[in-house]
């Protein structure tokens, strides 16, 4: 017994065209993404007056310290993963690419806002007293 099976061509395959208004829309939320994230990382630097009432090689400073990292390695994640969602869109064209551009726009302030709070809580450590008995 023998069975055919008819062949299947990856040339006869139709590949999804990406349009122009795609491609305009992808290119304004991905030079935004880049204005927003330079601005985002220059606030960072003043995350570092959160170490002002800090006494120095205190917890406080490291909790400073930490904040900091978070809110830059944080905006640096949000952007190597946004950008590289883009391009697999690009390759793949199964979605739209400014999704992934606006979805990366609209997470980059998510790393600055918990590295602040992180901040914020060390700031408040420091400030509190002990209790003497």
Do not use: N, Y
Request: proline letters at 7%; one cysteine or more.
């Amino acid at each position: 017994m023998t069975t055919t099976s008819a062949p299947v061509s990856s040339a006869h395959t139709h590949r999804r065209r990406i349009p122009k208004w795609d491609k305009v829309v992808t290119g304004v939320c991905l030079a935004l993404v880049v204005m927003v994230a330079i601005w985002l990382m220059s606030l960072t630097a003043i995350l570092a007056m959160g170490a002002d009432p800090c006494e120095p090689e205190s917890p406080c400073m490291e909790l400073v310290g930490h904040g900091m990292q978070v809110s830059l390695l944080g905006t640096v994640a949000v952007l190597v993963i946004g950008l590289g969602c883009v391009i697999i869109a690009a390759i793949t064209r199964r979605t739209w690419m400014f999704i992934w551009a606006l979805a990366t726009l609209l997470l980059l302030p998510v790393p600055l806002a918990v590295g602040s709070d992180i901040v914020k809580h060390a700031s408040e450590l420091s400030t509190v007293t002990p209790s003497h008995p």
